[in-house]
């Protein structure tokens, strides 16, 4: 029987559920059939007008509608979808009553173009609008549905209240890191004994035209739009930057000990996880690699592995979930770097995001699942390996006011 305490002597945690919707579809295995059969969830952009536009492409979800539609009930809807799969493998709690608290990556909310448009129309104003014009129209109080939709907390508070999750729901933005800073929460949370369960989602429903051509003027976008599906190349020479995308992902977490004596499906433990910030530029990474090496060896070294056994343990696992983002730097990193600090120089790479692209708040969530699914198959095929993968996610974010973030989570096969 595996022990129900780390070496540290806090709780061991177990994933028990699993829930993703992406640009492939809905659901672990829709998801991994589209994914291993090679078919791409990139696609020409369709709900709104891209003319004139650089980028006309993105892995957008269009096959859940949402009315009205706007970026917060698109991202909310994707979330309590992904929430719901991961709830019913773990068959736990009963219908809205989820025994934990729900940590939530979501990306910047804010209101958009067309609410901008209606409120500068009823301000009155007959020459340049200013943004007390907007807070005069706004003041009124015909606008409350907007205020209710695009204020920051509402997906969590709407999400919190569709599964019932105990206490104040915690909403996060590390951009691309998101997804994997909610799951760090959500161990953190477990590990400290505050809860034996927690539900942790990452989200993200953004692609609008202001997105879409915010990242255009940084030059950050792919703007290989023939074929669409071809665009997103994150180890080619020749990439010309990311492809935005939406999906959600969503796991539970459960101490070990409470998800054994209630039958739980364990379907991994997270053995350690690792984070760091990256202060050299705010939207390329270091050259050299350190943070995102550091914040591997943080994971690492948070599993409770002495130094001598890291390297072993990392020639053990068998794909490492690589993210590249800086347009310049981004061909030194993946197998130069990490293989030289993290393997024993055959590098095996994982990359989804030729095939789903990239989200901006739920890429960790969303790529660390497909990880997981990932391993289920092998384990299928009798491959006997103790780690199954390492999540690693950045944040490029040009808005982001911070410095830019790593997070890694390490797996153990269940």
């Excluded at 600090?341 to 989804?352: C, P, V």
């Excluded at 095939?355 to 198959?377: K, N, Y």
């Amino acid at each position: 029987m595996a022990s129900l305490r780390d070496k540290a002597g806090r709780p061991v945690v177990a994933v028990t559920g699993m829930g993703i919707v992406t640009s492939l579809g809905a659901g672990t295995d829709e998801n991994w059939t589209k994914l291993t059969g090679g078919q791409s969830g990139i696609r020409s952009v369709q709900r709104f007008s891209t003319e004139a536009m650089k980028t006309r492409i993105a892995g957008t979800v269009d096959f859940v509608p949402v009315e009205p539609f706007n970026a917060p009930a698109l991202t909310e809807r994707l979330g309590e979808m992904a929430g719901e799969e991961a709830v019913a493998q773990a068959k736990i709690g009963g219908r809205g009553r989820f025994p934990g608290p729900l940590f939530l990556a979501v990306p910047p909310i804010e209101i958009e173009w067309p609410q901008r448009t209606e409120l500068a129309i009823a301000s009155g104003a007959n020459d340049q609008i200013h943004y007390d014009d907007l807070l005069r129209a706004a003041a009124t109080g015909r606008y409350q549905r907007y205020y209710d939709r695009f204020v920051f907390g509402s997906v969590g508070t709407h999400l919190a209240d569709k599964f019932g999750t105990q206490g104040m729901p915690i909403s996060l933005t590390t951009a691309c890191a998101s997804g994997a800073s909610a799951i760090q929460l959500g161990l953190e949370a477990i590990r400290r004994g505050e809860t034996e369960a927690a539900l942790c989602i990452a989200t993200d429903g953004t692609v609008n035209p202001e997105n879409l051509i915010r990242f255009s003027l940084l030059s950050a976008l792919s703007t290989a739009n023939d074929p669409p599906e071809a665009a997103a190349k994150p180890f080619s020479k020749n990439r010309d930057g990311f492809v935005m995308a939406e999906g959600a992902g969503a796991v539970v977490l459960e101490s070990y000990e409470a998800a054994r004596a209630r039958g739980a499906p364990i379907l991994g433990i997270i053995e350690g996880c690792g984070e760091l910030a990256d202060s050299f530029h705010r939207t390329r990474t270091s050259p050299d690699g350190k943070p995102i090496i550091g914040c591997m060896r943080n994971a690492i070294a948070d599993a409770g592995l002495e130094p001598a056994a890291q390297l072993l343990v990392a020639r053990q696992v068998a794909e490492i979930g690589a993210v590249p983002f800086a347009r310049v730097h981004h061909q030194h990193l993946p197998g130069a770097r990490r293989g030289k600090h993290f393997s024993d120089g055959r590098d095996r790479l994982s990359e989804q995001r030729d095939v789903v692209a990239e989200g901006l708040a739920e890429a960790a969530g969303v790529h660390e699942i497909a990880l997981h699914v990932d391993d289920e198959q092998r384990a299928a095929a009798r491959l006997e390996l103790e780690l199954v993968g390492l999540g690693l996610d950045r944040c490029h974010d040009p808005s982001s006011k911070s410095d830019n973030a790593c997070c890694g989570l390490l797996y153990a096969g269940a």
